[in-house]
């Protein structure tokens, strides 16, 4: 599908729950390309290392780029283990809707996307980092549309997550125009 200049393509994860969007510049769909790119060593020590100012948001417990490295690993995993789980109707862990929130703040309830960006984060209990975005096409049906590394307090401040806001955009757009979401 053609959207603003843009082909897209739906891979299905799970038929019925879970799907994901491949971009045209990334050289898998958005799920393994998280996988991929978060469990390369190589890759985080840059990313860490270069965004080694924002880690100072994260103040109990400090962070040095080594120890974001496998926070991140371990973090992505877990959320991919049970996006997995969700997703196959794991009915012991819950449902996709239970993991997926909205994106906008409540008070945005009158923005046109309010009900369908949503958003997974790495760990329910500690200040989580890794955010999975998707387009919330009915119960328990997403549509991942990116992901991201959450070191800011709001996601409009790190130019990579405007990216992954304007990928929602453009997925949303997309899923329209499939009739997949109104």
């Not at 991929?36 to 840059?46: I, R």
């Not at 997926?100 to 500690?126: I, M």
């Amino acid at each position: 599908m053609f959207t603003n200049g843009v082909i897209l393509e739906e891979i299905a994860i799970i038929k019925g729950a879970l799907y994901a969007i491949h971009w045209p510049e990334e050289e898998d769909h958005s799920l393994d390309q998280m996988a991929e790119s978060y469990n390369d060593v190589e890759y985080l020590s840059a990313y860490f290392n270069k965004n080694a100012e924002k880690l100072k948001y994260f103040k109990r417990p400090s962070y040095t780029p080594e120890d974001a490295v496998i926070r991140t690993q371990k973090e992505v995993n877990a959320l991919i283990q049970k996006l997995a789980r969700l997703a196959k109707g794991d009915q012991q862990a819950g449902n996709l809707d239970d993991l997926f929130k909205p994106l906008h703040a409540t008070e945005a309830y009158n923005h046109s996307r309010y009900y369908t960006d949503v958003k997974a984060k790495g760990h329910r209990y500690r200040a989580p980092w890794i955010r999975v975005y998707a387009v919330k096409c009915d119960e328990n049906l997403y549509v991942v549309t990116g992901y991201g590394i959450k070191l800011v307090q709001d996601m409009r401040d790190d130019p990579d997550l405007v990216n992954e806001l304007t990928k929602l955009e453009l997925a949303t757009e997309y899923l329209k125009s499939t009739g997949m979401i109104d």
